[in-house]
């Protein structure tokens, strides 16, 4: 296999053994349709699977094609080297930086050359139209359907750039994260590629939301106040504010609050600084970083320290010197 590898903390498979990779990527991808061609095969796959995304790095060492049935997932393929192409019921596409997206309404078919790696984000259909229509206030029945266009390079760069970092944090730290910092990775990719590709709520998604009273701020607020340490429920907070998700997002830019989640962050720095000021023999940096939600120590201490004012390790250790 090549160097050039990510989520090794995720293995699927690795294999040179057609029979085994068929076997793992069906139950596994969901694939119906496995074949290889030449002497020379091996597979390898490493496939993070969360609550509403799955994130996959494949490499193949010989030549193969894979076939998917129709299914209730979007996907989208980022390339990191070598060539690949895809057809649904179209013409066949090359597998370029990234794909557009590919809805899970017809069968997709894969097609890789030697020495190709990739990156596949699979977001489930249902919980990705949830999410939007939450931002949105939108309760009708209407599908969540994206437009079959290329996306704008300039904006899938930054995409592009962003689920790489997913890997990579899930690669450092996933495993150890909280359910917290899961679930806003996870929605924070959600809402990029939902501005990133156009689709039959866009224009509805940029628009303006209409204004909602002051008090809304305050509420959401005492919410997150006293939910700090739950993954934050985007369909609970509209409910409790009785206005649509986004016009919540608005009312707290329009507030100067930035939004609920950079608010929750602040409220749990806050948290973690109670708890370093009160350790027991058990308290470390890390610990109380990953019950905070951060899973990133490096973030969490310079976050820390530009909402605190020090470093963890110096309000632990200013507060053991007080025992």
Not at 207 to 234: C, F, K, M
Request: net charge neutral; charged share 25%.
């Amino acid at each position: 296999m090549g160097a050039v590898s990510y989520l090794d903390r995720y293995p699927l498979l690795r294999s040179r053994d057609t029979e085994y990779a068929r076997d793992r990527l069906f139950a596994e991808y969901g694939a119906d349709r496995f074949e290889t061609r030449g002497e020379t095969f091996g597979v390898q796959a490493n496939f993070a699977r969360l609550s509403s995304i799955g994130i996959a790095f494949c490499a193949y060492d010989g030549q193969a094609s894979l076939s998917f049935p129709e299914s209730q997932i979007f996907r989208q393929f980022f390339s990191i080297e070598g060539h690949a192409s895809f057809r649904t019921n179209a013409d066949s596409e090359p597998i370029e930086a990234w794909s557009p997206i590919v809805a899970g309404d017809t069968r997709l078919h894969l097609n890789f050359e030697p020495g190709y790696r990739q990156l596949v984000v699979r977001l489930d259909t249902l919980a990705t139209e949830r999410l939007l229509k939450r931002m949105i206030g939108d309760d009708s029945d209407a599908t969540l359907r994206f437009v079959a266009s290329k996306p704008d390079p300039a904006v899938m760069t930054h995409v592009r750039h962003d689920v790489f970092r997913f890997a990579e944090e899930l690669e450092k730290f996933g495993q150890e994260y909280s359910p917290i910092a899961i679930a806003e990775l996870e929605r924070a990719l959600m809402v990029r590629m939902l501005l990133a590709h156009r689709h039959n709520f866009t224009e509805r998604l940029h628009r303006s939301p209409p204004g909602a009273n002051r008090t809304v701020v305050n509420i959401v607020e005492s919410y997150i106040e006293a939910h700090w340490d739950q993954p934050l429920d985007l369909d609970m907070i509209a409910e409790i504010a009785n206005v649509s998700v986004r016009t919540v997002f608005r009312e707290f830019s329009d507030a100067g609050r930035g939004s609920p989640g950079q608010f929750a962050r602040r409220v749990r720095l806050r948290r973690a600084a109670e708890l370093l000021r009160r350790p027991d023999g058990q308290t470390s940096v890390l610990a109380v970083a990953f019950k905070c939600g951060f899973g990133n120590l490096g973030r969490f201490a310079s976050e820390y320290r530009s909402e605190i004012g020090e470093l963890p390790s110096e309000t632990l250790r200013n507060a053991r010197r007080k025992l």
